[in-house]
């Protein structure tokens, strides 16, 4: 069992950055490939980005690549996103997902954060 735990998130303007952070409990979090999925009021979950249970292996949705940053301390056992030159269609609430075979599938992740609100105002 793993339980996951978002922090980070807040308001900011439209070309400002954040740093979210998601810190897992369980001694297996090193063995897991982890994602950042949002959603919008409305919208449907949609896939931000994952890494790789060494980090080797990166993974971006179109709509943020060259802006946000998917990085993980397996001693910390945390991972987060650096998300610069926020725009307001960035604000979402972001959710932290664990062990999945598909990275950009959120129906393949087994476990999942209680999620942190990011406001971007223009």
């Known amino acids: 069992q793993v339980q996951l735990v978002e922090s980070g998130g807040g308001l900011v303007q439209a070309g400002g950055s954040l740093r979210l952070s998601c810190a897992a409990s369980g001694r297996t979090f090193s063995s897991y490939t982890m994602g950042w999925f949002r959603q919008a009021p409305g919208k449907e979950r949609e896939f931000v980005a994952a890494?790789?249970?060494?980090?080797?292996?990166?993974y971006y949705a179109d709509s943020v690549k060259g802006r946000f940053t998917i990085s993980r301390d397996n001693a910390k056992n945390t991972v987060y996103l650096q998300m610069n030159s926020l725009k307001p269609e960035d604000t979402a609430v972001y959710y932290c997902?664990?062990?999945?075979?598909?990275?950009?599938?959120?129906?393949?992740?087994?476990?999942w954060g209680q999620g942190t609100q990011v406001t971007v105002s223009s």
């Open positions: 997902a664990a062990d999945s075979p598909s990275p950009g599938d959120p129906r393949r992740y087994d476990y």
């Open positions: 890494i790789s249970w060494s980090g080797d292996s990166t």
